[in-house]
């Protein structure tokens, strides 16, 4: 596929069944050098209660049972992996970021699917015995899960595929109906993901609007799924602030949030620093850095500090910056001007302040349209804002410590809590990362910014409620119910 080509996707919104057009729309373009690739419509929030209003009526008569769950995943699947480089190219075209990125992503969220309809079989409750407490007969009680209903799927711009595969393919699993919304700057492969699905329904017993996608703006979206009655989950990744008012505003729904970050990466005198420092800037500009839990702040013991910047140096500016399309690329453009200006402007403060620029510190001109170079800051100070704020780009802020006591401080020194890192050779220091840091996951000899699809991912305090990874959200998108069976009259 080329540029030309992903040129002709003028897209339409699936509801009901049905591929449908708005009166408005919106044109999708390439971050890197600003051409228009395709357009999606505008929903408007009649179209988006009737999407609702299909998913509801799917939900009511749909009989699907487990396997076939499992079946259309599993169909679903193979069609995505057979269009991988099609909608990797899209990925590209639509974000920005690297084809071999792109790729990789395809990739995952081929499994991601595999993996949810392989969990679509494994619904399982447990046997309760009532004779545990005093005074109960050894009566015969088990739970089982049932699905919520209609599902909310709310993604953002960096993965746009796979994000929207964590939300959909889960919830489908647990056997619900799903309303889809991709971010408005980055939803063509989204809906390319939505083609796949609705050809294996076609092939399925499933009702028209088991699954449905509306694009558009948030605003128009967001407020009628959460002022519908119909709609029992949201599931929502994207900033904190969006999570917070969706919060406040959900009523009963059932909400999973993955929000942002400010993610630490510790590393100790005791591990190899050169293999560290390679895997601290892989995890600080893969995707030019738009990564929730990219590392965002780089703590090292002083010892070693001057050692890992050399090591970090070398490693940013081995990297290959410029088209996204071109199989060298490791670098490329931010998804919009936005997220750009937001980290020049963190970048600038932040050196205004007093931090050093190790290497990097260049953007645009030359570098092409949205474009930072991967930049290492020494002498940063935790009050500085490429440590004290989210920065979705390609910085790698370092700050020296001089005690392990002082290294977790200042791992915990956020509103965030969504992954840390540690490299250490110490097993007693390992343990008291892990119990001490205030993050839902730390990650030990590798960095924050580590995932598998599979594993439960989900942070605390400003980052968000609620697990991703299938068999987690499966439990989110489901609800328990205790049957009991008591002793029967004899005489009737």
């Known amino acids: 596929m080329s540029l030309d080509v992903a040129g002709s996707l003028d897209m339409q919104m699936l509801v009901a069944g049905e591929w449908v057009d708005g009166e408005e729309r919106a044109a999708v373009i390439n971050p890197y050098d600003g051409e228009r690739i395709g357009s999606i419509p505008m929903a408007d929030a009649e ?5 609702i209003d299909a998913a509801q009526s799917a939900f009511e008569s749909t009989t699907l ?3 076939q769950r499992y079946e259309l995943l599993i169909d679903t699947a193979d069609r995505l992996e057979e269009r991988t480089e099609e909608v990797a190219q899209v990925i ?3 974000q920005g970021k690297p084809i071999t990125e792109a790729r990789t992503e395809v990739d995952r969220a081929v499994q991601t699917l595999r ?3 392989e969990q679509a079989k494994r619904l399982f409750g447990e046997y309760v015995p009532m004779d545990a407490q005093k005074g109960f007969a050894r009566d015969h009680c088990f739970t089982q899960r049932e699905p919520l209903g209609v599902v909310a799927a709310i993604t953002p711009f960096n993965f746009p595929l796979n994000l929207m595969v964590h939300k959909v393919g889960p919830a489908l699993a647990a056997g619900n109906t799903v309303v889809g919304k991709p971010a408005t700057n980055t939803p063509l492969s989204a809906l390319l ?3 796949c699905l609705q050809e294996a329904l076609e092939d399925s ?3 028209d609007g088991l699954v449905n996608v509306v694009t558009g703006s948030g605003s128009t979206v967001g407020d009628e799924i959460l002022a519908h009655d119909a709609v029992e989950a949201i599931s929502f990744t994207g900033s904190t602030d969006v999570g917070k008012y969706l919060a406040e505003n959900s009523s009963m729904k059932e909400l999973t949030l993955e929000l942002g970050g400010n993610d630490p990466t510790i590393v100790w005198h005791d591990t190899d620093v050169e293999a560290a420092a390679k895997q601290v800037v892989g995890g600080a500009c893969a995707n030019a850095g738009q990564v929730c839990n990219s590392v965002e702040r780089v703590i090292v013991h002083e010892s070693v500090a001057d050692e890992l910047v050399d090591a970090m140096v070398d490693a940013c500016q081995n990297l290959t910056i410029g088209d996204s399309f071109d199989e060298t690329t490791e670098i490329a453009a931010m998804v919009d001007d936005d997220q750009f200006d937001d980290v020049v402007e963190i970048y600038e403060e932040t050196v205004a302040q007093g931090a050093t620029v190790e290497c990097g510190g260049n953007y645009g001109g030359e570098l092409g349209e949205r474009v930072f170079e991967p930049t290492v800051l020494s002498g940063v100070t935790p009050a ?4 004290r704020e989210e920065t979705f780009g390609p910085l790698v802020p370092v700050i020296s410590v001089a005690s392990f006591d ?4 200042e791992a915990n020194n956020t509103n965030y809590g969504l992954e840390a890192g540690l490299f250490t050779q110490d097993i007693d220091r390992a343990k008291r990362a892990a119990d001490e840091i205030d993050a839902g996951g730390v990650n030990i000899n590798t960095v924050s910014g580590f995932r598998a699809d599979h594993m439960p991912y989900g942070g605390f305090k400003d980052s968000g409620v609620g697990k991703e990874g299938i068999k987690y959200a499966v439990e989110h998108f489901s609800r328990e119910k205790l049957v009991g069976f008591h002793q029967g009259f004899t005489d009737v």
């Open 47 to 51: 179209q988006v209660r009737t999407a």
């Open 65 to 67: 049972s487990a396997y």
């Open 92 to 94: 590209t075209g639509e």
């Open 115 to 117: 993996l949810s309809g």
């Open 193 to 195: 993901l939505f083609e």
């Open 205 to 207: 017993p499933a009702p």
């Open 384 to 387: 500085m804002p490429a440590a």
């Open 406 to 409: 002082e290294a977790v401080e």
